[in-house]
């Protein structure tokens, strides 16, 4: 299916379709889902102790990696409170997610194939 949007971003384009069609996927198996966005105030600690740690992680050439910066957005997104600003850190995962999947699809096929992790 091809849109008519303009995407600058390398890759986007094929990332948008592939999400979208998830979706679609999602929608036919689970139909159009209600869930709470956020819970209560032990969560965001959690959260909160979560993106400290994934934060102090990332700053370590050793340990930093996409699933560390990944989870890092995801932990900050959860200790949201304010519904803009977790719209804002939900974008940033998704950006994520495109950079994984840019990263990924530039790796040579044997890369891809055996699992390489660096």
Known sequence: ????????????????????????????KWGDQRHPILRGPSNQHLFEQLAQAMRETNT??????WMTILLEEAYEAGAERDMAKLRAEVIQIAAVCQAIVADLDSRSPAARRDGAVS
Request: with cysteine.
């Open 1 to 28: 299916m091809s849109y008519p949007a303009l995407f600058t971003t390398p890759g986007m384009r094929n990332f948008a379709e592939e999400v979208d069609a998830e979706r679609q996927r999602q929608l036919a």
């Open 60 to 65: 370590d050439p050793d340990q930093i990696c």
